[in-house]
């Protein structure tokens, strides 16, 4: 009971929240729930599979590179162009799912991460298509004529993200109780008893794969409309790495952790960039104290030393 | 009907032959022991038996349908369950958790990702019942990691049964339990249907031929000897398998 009433408050504060804040917050808090649909998928792979992957932003980026070169050059029809993110991104999870789900662990991390990086040479060396280091940009934001709103007015962009945050998370958590999500965690629990117990291994976590890549493309979406831009960065390692670390600040394993660590990052990365430029000290330095002092995040914290409750996961 | 039928099976590990020439028949509704003293390659013959080994030469027939091939969980869905020697179950889950995902894993519905677990009260039920029937009601929501070695060998069993498998393979199901705990196990398994088959491996030989109604004696790879206890437990070359042969000293 409690859990739900914290979650309709947190839905509402969201619904009512731009009504109080400037345009400058209201715009980094939909950003923030764009990394948080991002970092969500992410643990879906990281948390709940237990494969630590460095090379999430290789759907995202793919699904803002569809969008951009789409929308620019063919056809900007919003929900052809959304589609056509999605279906990158899953396309590119399958591809890569083929390869990289064959490796546990460091392997896997570092496979993720090359594959990752070898969109990132595309993206930058195939110029007639992705214009190189300069990026794509001036994307404009869709037009919805069933909308009486433009979506360049920052609060309406942040509802149209708030309105795709929630499906995404409703998506994720009904996935993570699943049947399915049950088979997942056994599979990450011991995966040759699950074979034993003639479960397909492979395909589950192939299938589960696939999914995340998906959802991160719905993030990749957001994100282009959001900057109206697009650059090689946005498949890099950087952008995977910011990832694994709003769910390592939040807490794996779980879908608010992640979550939390986007909100957390994202406000910080704007609030330090502010009067330094060296920001990614701060960042790093955040990063170590969180592992030696509370590898279960933020999450961890509260559930240690406010609800008193020990964490499974 | 033949349950189970091994034919010249072999396996080797680079130069060492573990198994050789293992040719071995099952009927329908069998309890038969594989003893042998460490080594003699009683795992492996399980392994290649549930696939997870792949036999060098040799083949093996499920229900009459050769299955040498077949990968691990496409055996399993034939009916194949076994009980690991070294305890492999979900650590991190619970009791309950545990002995769902073996309830659910031949109730098809393992693919659906759009309704909750908990909303599959079947598969909830049958756990529970399962739970409750082998005395786990007050730790169902314990840690499996947290549970006595006992305790996780007799889950270990609980899983391997929740499948209503038609042949299950026990591999060493009483080591390191208790005494009492034993005997529970041994109740259990002879209270079992004589619709499963039942091959298990065992080190106490109490526990083995009580249970079987056939033995079969691996050594170094290969079968020795098999026939009912009684014989068993007479025949000099087993003797000779677990105490070694005299050597005649000359000083």
Redesign the interface.
Known sequence: MRKWAAVIAIFLGLVFLPQFISTYYVNLLALALIYAIFAMSLDLVFGYMDMPTLGHAAFSGVAAYAIGIFSKDVLAVFWLNFLLGIGMACVVAALFGLLALRTREAYFFMITLAMAQMLWGIAIKWRSLTRGEDGISSIPRPYLSFLPWSLGDASIYFYFVLFFFIIASIIMYIMVRSPFGHVISGIRECEQRMRALGFNTKLYNYIWFIIAGCLAGVAGNLLVYYNGFVSPADVGITTSAEGFLMVLLGGPGTLIGPAIGAVVIVLLKNIISGWTTRWLLFIGLIYVLVVIFTPNGILGLVNKFILKKRVTT | MKILALDNVCKSFGGLQALCDISLEMKTGERRAIIGPNGAGKTTLFHTI?G?YAPTSGAIYLFEENITRL????R??LGI??T?QLI??????TVI?NT???V???NA??????????S?KP?IHDAEQLVAGWGFWEKRKA?VSSLSYGDQRLLDII?ALA?KPRLLLLDEPTSGLALAEIHTVVSKINDLSREITVLLIEHNMDVALNLADTVTVLHMGQIVTEGPPAMIRQDSRVKEVYLGTRRETKC
């Open positions: 549930t997870i990968p691990i969980h496409r399993a869905n369950s076994q690991f492999n179950l979900f650590r991190g889950l958790e769902i995902l073996a659910q894993s031949f519905v393992n693919y659906t990702l759009y309704r909750p677990l908990s599959y598969v840690i899983l499948r």
